[in-house]
């Protein structure tokens, strides 16, 4: 089992910037592959980065790309989202998610129910 748990959201104005923190613990071994979704009030849990863990190779949404980097420490045990020019329609709980069956492959890195492991979420508002 992984655990994931989030930090670093918080209220922020447009064109701000903040850097989510994952820290992972239990079962971490290996690679596999970790992603940031998020989700507004009304909305669908939507994917906006993953990266395999260990690994080199970063995949964005459309909608963050060139504003959001993921990363990882050099203990690959601290998952990090900067996010940048940030803007109101970015408002949004923001997971992290582990997926420790596949390694970021094209047909689930994007999609919730590969995803195994949940934290709890961090909000991002804003404003």
């Known amino acids: 089992h992984v655990q994931l748990v989030e930090s670093g959201g918080g209220?922020?104005?447009g064109g701000g910037s903040l850097k989510l923190s994952c820290?992972?613990?239990g079962d971490t071994d290996g690679s596999y592959c970790m992603g940031w979704f998020r989700q507004a009030p009304g909305k669908e849990r939507e994917a906006v980065a993953a990266k395999v863990k260990g690994g080199s190779a970063t995949y964005y949404s459309d909608s963050v790309k060139g504003r959001f980097t993921i990363s990882q420490d050099?203990?690959?045990t601290t998952l990090y989202l900067q996010m940048n020019s940030l803007k109101p329609e970015d408002?949004?709980?923001y997971y992290c998610a582990a997926d420790t069956t596949n390694v970021c492959i094209?047909?689930?890195r994007w999609y919730v129910?590969?995803?195994d492991y949940w934290g709890q979420g961090t909000q991002v508002t804003v404003s």
């Open 11 to 13: 209220p922020v104005q």
């Open 23 to 25: 820290v992972a613990s």
């Open 74 to 76: 050099n203990a690959r």
């Open 91 to 93: 408002t949004a709980m």
């Open 106 to 108: 094209d047909g689930a």
């Open 113 to 115: 129910t590969y995803y």
